[in-house]
C-alpha cells in the first residue's frame, strides 16, 4: 500500500534546480512530508526515479521553454501548484571588468527575471483557490554579498526585493511569498561556477578569495538541515525572510550587522574573504 495521504490532501510541489544540492534535499524533504514533486533539471536523465516524484527538463537559459515545462507540468499536476520553490541558480566567479557581458546579462536573466516569469506562471492559480507559497531561494549574500560575484549578488539581491514586493501584495490571500536566503552550504555549487576567463583562479588575490570560499564550503552544513528549514516555513505558511544556515551566518552575523556602521560592515567582510 501506498504511503501516500488520500488524493484529496496530497500537496503538489514544483522545485527547480532538483538534481542536486539543496534542490535535491527539498525534493527529499517534500516527498518525506507527503507532497508530490515536480523536480528539474537540463538532463532529467539526472534526477532519480522514485514514487511520487515527476521528472522535468528545464533550463533558465531558455525562457518559453521555462514556461512550457511549467505550464505542461501544472497541468499534469490538476491545474495548480500548492508550492513553487524556485531554487535553480549558479555563480559565475571573476572581477567585474573580466566578465564578458553575455555572461553576465545571462545570469541575471536566468536566476531574475526567468525565475520571476515562473512565480507569475504559478501565481494566478495559487491566487483564485486562495492557498499556496511561493519560495524564491536568494542566499544571504544578499546582506553579505560575495566578492568576485557580483551578478550572483545582483540577481540575488534583485529576487529578494521582489519577491518583498510579492509579499506585501500577497497579504490576506493566502498565498505566502518566502525570500528563502540560505548561507554556506555543502554542495557541488563551487564545480559548477563559471570562471571568468582572467584575474579569477589565476590572479593572487582572486585566487586566495577563491580558496577562502571553497574553505568555507568545506565546512558548511549539510542540504538537509537547509530543506528542514524549508519545511518548516512552509507548515508556518508566512511570507518573510526565512535565513537558514550555520548560527554564525544565519543568526549572529546579520544581527551583528545591523549593530555595526556600513563601512565597518564592509571591512569585516572584506577581511572574512581575506580580500586584500
Ligand atoms: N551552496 C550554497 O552555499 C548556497 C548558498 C546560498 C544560496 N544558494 C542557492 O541555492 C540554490 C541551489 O544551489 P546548490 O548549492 O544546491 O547548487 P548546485 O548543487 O550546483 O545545484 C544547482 C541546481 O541548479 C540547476 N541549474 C543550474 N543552472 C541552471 C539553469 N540554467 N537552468 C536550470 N537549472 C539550472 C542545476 O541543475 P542541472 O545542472 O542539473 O541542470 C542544479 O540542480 C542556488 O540558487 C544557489 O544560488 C546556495
Redesign the pocket.
Known amino acids: 500500500m501506498s504511503s501516500f495521504p488520500p488524493a484529496t490532501l496530497i500537496r503538489r510541489a514544483f522545485v527547480?534546480?532538483?538534481?542536486?544540492?539543496?534542490?535535491a534535499a527539498f525534493v527529499d524533504a517534500l516527498l518525506g512530508d507527503g507532497y508530490e514533486v515536480w523536480g528539474?533539471?537540463?538532463?532529467p536523465a539526472?534526477l532519480p526515479a522514485r514514487p511520487g516524484f515527476h521528472a522535468v527538463a528545464?533550463?533558465?537559459?531558455d525562457g518559453a521553454g521555462t514556461k512550457r515545462a511549467f505550464l505542461a507540468a501544472q497541468v499534469e499536476a490538476g491545474g495548480a501548484f500548492d508550492v513553487l520553490v524556485n531554487?535553480?541558480?549558479?555563480g559565475v566567479f571573476g572581477p567585474v571588468e573580466t566578465q564578458p557581458f553575455s555572461v553576465w546579462s545571462a545570469q541575471i536573466d536566468?536566476m531574475f527575471t526567468q525565475t520571476v516569469r515562473l512565480a507569475l506562471l504559478a501565481l494566478p492559480e495559487m491566487r483564485s483557490r486562495g492557498r499556496g507559497a511561493i519560495v524564491n531561494?536568494t542566499?544571504?549574500?544578499v546582506e553579505f554579498p560575495i566578492p568576485g560575484m557580483s551578478g550572483y549578488n545582483a540577481s540575488?539581491a534583485g529576487l529578494s526585493a521582489w519577491t518583498l514586493s510579492l509579499a506585501y501584495e500577497l497579504e490576506g490571500s493566502g498565498v505566502a511569498a518566502i525570500d528563502f536566503r540560505?548561507?554556506?552550504?555543502r554542495?557541488?555549487?563551487n564545480t559548477?561556477v563559471v570562471q571568468a576567463p582572467e584575474g579569477s583562479r589565476g590572479g593572487e588575490r582572486w585566487g586566495r578569495v577563491w580558496r577562502r570560499f571553497e574553505a568555507m564550503?568545506d565546512v558548511?552544513p549539510v542540504?538537509e538541515l537547509i530543506a528542514a528549514d524549508l519545511v518548516r516555513a512552509l507548515r508556518r505558511g508566512r511570507s518573510g525572510v526565512v535565513r537558514s544556515g550555520s548560527f554564525f551566518q544565519a543568526r549572529l552575523a546579520p544581527l551583528l550587522a545591523r549593530l555595526g556602521s556600513a563601512r565597518l560592515n564592509q571591512a569585516v567582510q572584506a577581511r572574512y574573504f581575506d580580500l586584500r
Do not use: C, E, Q
Open positions: 527547480t534546480g532538483a538534481s542536486g544540492g539543496i534542490g528539474t533539471a537540463r538532463d539526472r528545464l533550463d533558465l537559459a531554487n535553480a541558480g549558479y536566468a531561494v542566499s544571504l549574500a540575488k540560505p548561507g554556506d552550504v554542495t557541488p555549487f559548477a564550503h558548511a542540504p
